[in-house]
């Protein structure tokens, strides 16, 4: 009976955990993606990603947390190309409370098959401006404009004239609304809470795909979150314009390094890995190419500095160029915020890098400088004892070795037990005189 009333209970167990993992398969699973950060390449490749990994597994919606200051235009342009491709519905959520959706992020917002904000956020200000971080030339300016509002007038016409107008307004003007202004204008379609809260708004919400309209459940749903993985955060980091100007200074600084004391490969390896890395960032970041020609110019008077006695007074000259290109190149008019470097960090940098490259190219000059501590030639200016000695030359005693010797010319006579110097080698024979 014991054993009946065991094997009942264990049935019970397996039934129960069986029917809650059943239970937990029928939920409907809803896909995060974290886009929190400038929109770049690594930003798009992330998101593709998603969107596919939801496609995979059959995802009722994916939700983009978004918190951005803006990016790259064509890397937004490629977001609302995946967003709208996407066989999965798409709500981009401007999220949590203070995120903004500038620039770039008010037109993935809109792209979404969804649109919601938290409280307190905001959405506009999406100007283009130029690769170069300046304002564009009227010609270029009305093309970006156009191109823009072109590609998010389809997804914004269903929503309404006022919609449209704001939209158009946040590209021309650079208009920027709060999370209430933009639902007036019908510009987004729920503010929420949080994650939650979106949730159930959006359970039972038709939002129109490209097969048809689709009615959502999510009410049950279960979230699962999708991390950036170690190569996409690495290239976003590697757009950090700080992480940009600190590889591109330790990279020009290795290669000097290398050129001033060559035979060496370390220091030839970190600095071009340095400055492959900086090339990417600087490729991607709207900067001022004008920049690079203080950059260069500061590592030139560090070098001076070393080799000319000026006592420090070009490699100060060299990190105020440091200064001024870095500022040049990151922070010229019209650059974005996301693009700039702060000044207390730029001038840090440039002290640590100016400070650095002295000490190291000295140690490197002062051991190129130094006498020869090995080889023959090492011998010349010691001293030695003579162990034999006759007119033609003799045996001289030098540390633990006996040497064979012959006298200089003018070296006043020796014999045994003087002590000679070594003014010289002549093949295996030591040149002395008398000490």
């Known amino acids: 009976m014991k054993t009946i009333l065991r094997l009942l209970l264990l049935l019970t167990v397996l039934l129960t ?26 930003m798009q490749e992330y998101i593709a990603r ?26 937004t342009l490629e977001i609302i190309k995946s967003i709208r491709a996407s066989k ?40 283009p401006i130029s690769g170069s971080g300046e304002g564009l030339t009227s010609d270029e300016r009305n093309k970006a404009v156009e191109i823009s509002k072109a590609a998010i007038r389809p997804y914004v016409e269903p929503r309404g004239e006022p919609a449209v107008k704001l939209a158009e307004a946040m590209i021309d003007v650079a208009k920027a609304v709060t999370a209430k202004e933009a639902l007036d204008a019908q510009l987004i379609d729920f503010i929420a809470d949080d994650t939650n809260d979106l949730l159930e708004k959006l ?44 590889l591109l200074g330790v990279g020009v600084q290795a290669i000097l390094i290398e050129l001033s004391s060559p035979g060496g490969w370390i220091a030839g390896f ?48 060299g990190i105020a160029s440091f200064i001024v290109g870095a500022l040049v190149l990151f922070n ?42 090995a080889g023959v030639e090492a011998l010349t200016g010691k001293t030695g004892s003579v162990r034999a000695w006759s007119e033609a030359g003799g045996q001289v005693q030098l540390e633990s070795e006996l040497w064979s010797a012959e006298a200089v010319e003018e070296s006043a006579k020796i014999r045994k037990g003087d002590t000679v110097e070594v003014v010289g080698v002549k093949g295996l024979r030591l040149r002395v005189r008398k000490k």
């Open 203 to 246: 359970d039972g919400f038709s939002l129109q795909m490209a097969d048809g309209a689709r009615t959502l459940d999510t009410v049950n749903a279960q979230t699962e979150s999708l991390p950036m993985n170690f190569i996409e955060e690495l290239l976003l980091i590697l757009t950090n314009p700080i992480i940009v100007l600190t």
């Open 88 to 127: 999965t519905p798409v709500i981009v959520f401007v999220g949590p409370n203070g995120a903004i959706a500038g620039s770039a992020g008010a037109l993935i917002t809109v792209s979404g098959h969804a649109a919601a904000m938290a409280p307190e956020t905001a959405i506009g200000a999406s100007t």
């Open 50 to 75: 998603g969107i596919q990994t939801a496609e995979r597994e059959n995802a009722e919606a994916i939700i983009l947390r978004l918190d951005t200051p803006g990016g790259d235009l064509m890397s």
């Open 17 to 42: 955990a069986a029917a809650s993992v059943g239970a937990q398969g029928d939920r409907p699973l809803v896909m995060i993606l974290d886009v929190d950060g400038v929109i770049m390449p690594a």
């Open 270 to 317: 970190i600095g071009v890995a340095c400055l492959a890395l900086a090339g990417y960032g600087l490729g991607i970041l709207p900067v001022n190419w004008f920049g690079i020609v203080f950059l260069i110019m500061a590592f030139v008077l560090f070098i001076l500095d070393v080799k000319a006695p000026t006592h420090g007074a070009l490699t100060a000259a």
């Open 332 to 373: 010229s008019p019209g650059t974005p915020d996301f693009a700039r470097v702060s000044i207390p960090g730029v001038i840090l940098l440039a002290l640590v890098l100016g400070g650095t490259f002295a000490v190291i190219v000295g140690f490197a000059v002062r051991a190129l400088r130094a006498p020869i501590r």
